[in-house]
């Protein structure tokens, strides 16, 4: 049996709880959960791991400060690394520093993985998927950028609550 593994490069928000549905959905063996900041993904990664018996999952989640190489051999590469645009920043100046953020990751997360899928999540979305794309130097079947859901879910959780609220009073 192929043992699945996945890495979620970018553990705020947005790719800890990747990697936590990743692990409780039991889609891979194996979840690495990368981040430049110390001491981030392992903290994030070992709550995460120490609910398995509780959640009844058996993916192993493991923690990494900037070691690629724990990554090695991984089947699918979760790019959710940058930053989020801050008050005052232009979307090019967002773009310029997730564009280098987002190369820089997939040019060291291929070289220890390079028939993995990559997916990423960071924004500007569709801008950052080509950085990759063009920093991966990989056909166009082995790139994704995943979006569009979030708006989907935000519309029904508004539409549900504005119903509810309504249907009451």
Known sequence: MHRIKITVIGAGNVGA???E???QKELANEVILLDI???VAEGKSLDMWQTAA???FDTRVIGVTNNYKMTENSDIVVITAGIPRRKG???DDLIKINAKIVKDVARKSVMYSPNA???IVSN???IMTYAAYKALNRRSKNVFGMAGILDTARFKAYNYFWYSYHSVN
């Open 21 to 23: 549905v990743i692990a």
């Open 89 to 91: 920043m232009s979307r």
């Open 37 to 39: 900041k110390e001491g």
């Open 117 to 119: 899928i990559f997916i």
């Open 17 to 19: 709880t990747c990697a």
């Open 54 to 56: 509780i959640n009844h």
């Open 124 to 126: 500007p979305l569709d």
